[in-house]
């Protein structure tokens, strides 16, 4: 507010000051000049008359000539007064109308209003910095699991498309630079309600910038920090940045996964997706000879995932020395004397992963021609290039946006759910379809809610309590609050106690202080699960199948009653 309004007086310094001139002119005049009351006594306005008379009349409002008619000499200065004061006031007003219209202005006033949202914040909420294809994914994910929000942005139109959607909160949201650490203090970094900021702008270099200034101003938060080179991802991880997400790497592993455990990247993809959406039939690689174009980041992430797979690739490379691929075909790949020389023939799988939209979809499209059968998947580099990568329909389409919206979520929602994904791929394929069926069986086939409790006095107050007197088992805090002899639509995932986690534990593990257990159901169980360990009434019925009266009247009436039938 401070610097509101020091633009706004300095914009205005000369209108005042001509204001105020003129006034003091005509006011000290109009006291000056003679005149006569209806005695014929002489008589003159006083200052605080003359202030009044000149105000009305500077401001065009007319009155007429009080208290008495006016002389000559009056009436003449009240014409001079008219013109001298009239103008500097509509210069003023003029001055004001451009002055609200000034960009500074109203970009202070936009920032105010950010900052006044931010502080009234009283949940927990994370900081997203970038609202592009990334983080508009991540925002609606986090929107639809209930977790606040707050976005900086730099280019305008995109918050203007943050503003069009419907959000089930209204999330504050600043057209600014995230690099500039009074930005992000007014993204509220420092307010204890803060979770963590997630760096998720398509510049390496300013999401290093938002991960050092996050980790020297609050060293306590969460960092999710994007980075494409190792080099950004190394100084990253030098100042303590929690998660490194690299959609390279990321998509490499993914790749894998879908190559060799179908199960487990299903999984992965069902428990970090938008919770109400249905989730796509995933696509099975198939194994055998593939050919990879471009050796950069990318294709060096595919090439080592699918060779850990024992799948042999070919590679085809248009600058060996500078990606440093030592085994290559040199060429581009759009060409088909370079995918005959590859063997596109014998492959059964196509890698098109330059950094150059329309190279990789004539790669593809020039070796679909000579092999049809061929599995293709397809590097997007540019959002607006979008439409013509659904009109081609690859087989896979590596967005990392998706990619890196999937593994963010994964880690804001609940640090136990990262925890849990990391288990998963060390589990059988086998286990990882079981599970599926189970979550199939138990939520449906829509992407369901993720969430996590802790046994704790804060959290559930209930349960912790209870658990000091009584065995409690798992089974007995998922039965519904409102019918016990059901359960509720919730399968859970992981106990972790003493930093020790126990997976898909079994309905009759009993619980203690202190555990924390990830819970995956339908979106309604959640706020049921956490309302009812957290209200004794609700506990003692799905414990024991006791009603307790709420009012001390009920109370009474039910005492008597049990002390009635005990004496007959």
């Not at 001509?18 to 006011?27: E, G, K, L, R």
């Not at 009044?52 to 500077?58: D, E, H, K, L, P």
């Not at 004001?96 to 219209?101: A, C, M, S």
């Not at 009283?122 to 997203?128: D, H, K």
Request: proline share 5%; with cysteine; net charge negative.
């Amino acid at each position: 507010m401070n610097n509101i309004l020091f633009l706004i007086l300095r914009r205005m310094r000369l209108p005042i000051i001509a204001v105020i001139v003129s006034y003091t002119i005509a006011v000290a005049g109009m006291s000056l000049m003679p005149g006569v009351d209806p005695d014929g006594h002489p008589w003159r306005l006083s200052i605080f008359e003359a202030f009044y008379v000149i105000s009305y009349t500077a401001t065009t409002i007319g009155f007429g000539e009080v208290p008495f008619p006016y002389s000559t000499a009056q009436r003449m200065w009240m014409s001079f007064s008219i013109y001298l004061t009239v103008i500097p006031w509509f210069y003023a007003i003029g001055k004001i109308i451009t002055l609200f219209q000034d960009p500074g202005l109203r970009q202070a006033f936009t920032t105010s209003r950010f900052a006044r949202e931010v502080n009234h914040l009283m949940e927990p909420f994370y900081i997203v910095c970038g609202y592009g294809e990334t983080g508009s994914l991540l925002v609606r994910a986090l929107d639809k699991n209930e977790v606040r929000v707050v976005v900086i942005e730099l280019e305008q139109e995109r918050i203007n498309e943050l503003e069009l959607e419907d959000y089930q909160f209204d999330i504050p949201n600043l057209c600014a630079d995230a690099k500039l650490p009074e930005t992000l203090l007014r993204a509220g970094l420092k307010n204890p309600m803060c979770q963590g900021v997630a760096a998720l702008t398509n510049d390496d270099h300013a999401n290093l910038a938002i991960a050092v200034a996050v980790k020297l101003i609050s060293p306590e938060l969460r960092v999710l920090g994007r980075a494409e080179t190792e080099q950004t991802a190394s100084n990253m991880a030098s100042f303590g940045t929690d998660h490194i997400i690299n959609p390279y790497t990321i998509f490499g592993d993914h790749l894998a996964m879908e190559v060799h455990a179908i199960g487990t990247y299903l999984l992965h993809e069902w428990l970090t997706g938008v919770p109400g959406e249905s989730l796509k039939s995933p696509i099975c690689p198939p194994i055998g000879k593939w050919i990879v174009c471009g050796y950069g980041r990318f294709g060096r992430s595919v090439v080592q995932n699918l060779e850990l797979e024992h799948i042999v690739t070919t590679i085809i490379e248009a600058d060996p020395e500078r990606t440093g691929c030592k085994e290559c075909i040199v060429g581009n790949g759009t060409e088909k004397e370079t995918l005959q020389q590859a063997g596109v023939h014998e492959a059964v799988g196509i890698v098109a992963g330059t950094n150059d939209d329309i190279n990789n979809l004539s790669i593809v499209m020039t070796a679909r021609e000579m092999n049809p059968d061929l599995f293709v998947v397809l590097r997007k580099n540019k959002r607006f290039n979008a439409a013509l990568f659904e009109h081609f329909k690859a087989d896979i389409t590596m967005e990392p946006s998706d990619i890196i919206a999937h593994e963010c979520l994964a880690n804001m929602i609940s640090p136990l759910l990262a925890q849990f994904l990391s288990l998963v791929r060390l589990q059988t394929n086998v286990w990882a379809n079981s599970l599926i069926q189970r979550l199939v069986e138990t939520v449906g086939e829509n992407v369901p809610e993720t969430w996590a409790i802790s046994i704790t006095q804060e959290n559930t107050p209930a349960l912790f309590h209870m658990l000091a007197h009584e065995p409690i088992t798992l089974a007995d805090i998922l039965r519904n609050p409102h019918h016990r002899e059901t359960s509720l639509p919730i399968v859970p995932l992981m106990i972790l106690r003493n930093h020790q986690p126990l997976l898909l534990p079994e309905a009759t593990t009993p619980l203690e202080r202190g555990d924390r257990i990830l819970f995956c159901g339908h979106d309604n169980a959640k706020s049921t699960t956490t309302y009812a360990l957290a209200d004794f009434k609700t506990m003692r019925y799905m414990l024991h199948d006791q009603q307790l009266a709420d009012s001390w009247l009920w109370r009474q009436i039910k005492r008597r009653k049990s002390a009635h039938n005990a004496s007959v």
